[in-house]
């Protein structure tokens, strides 16, 4: 028999179990919500330190030197100012690279305010 003549028949549901009802579908939804939430937000980590590690290794290679390869022009790039006190350009742009080669950090992201040289007594 059809389902919505036997409700018919018997009668609505009372008032409190309909919102009993209700009140369970809502918190299923709600539920299954915060459950896709959590694997979206995990997914997205472990999908990021994947590329970040598929990008580690190009760069490496790329850091190598290439063997009489013509080098493209970079762009110029300022941060500033820097003061240089007692010490030549060469001299600096030699300390600069050792800071970042020591550091890690790249020259890029580095900001030098000044060099000065001091002399041994």
Do not use: H, W
């Amino acid at each position: 028999m059809n389902p919505y003549i036997m409700m018919l028949k018997e009668g609505v549901l009372p008032l409190n179990e309909a919102f009993q009802d209700a009140g369970i579908v809502i918190l299923v939804v709600f539920g299954v919500l915060i459950i896709m939430c959590l694997l979206i937000t995990l997914s997205g980590k472990i999908l990021q330190n994947v590329g970040n590690e598929t990008k580690s290794a190009p760069a490496a290679a790329a850091a190598a030197p290439a063997p009489e390869k013509e080098a493209a022009p970079e762009e110029e790039f300022s941060s500033g100012t820097l003061r240089l006190k007692g010490c030549d350009e060469k001299t600096a742009a030699m300390i600069m690279a050792i800071v970042s080669d020591n550091t890690g950090i790249p020259l890029s992201e580095l900001v030098f305010k000044s060099i000065t040289l001091v002399e041994e007594k």
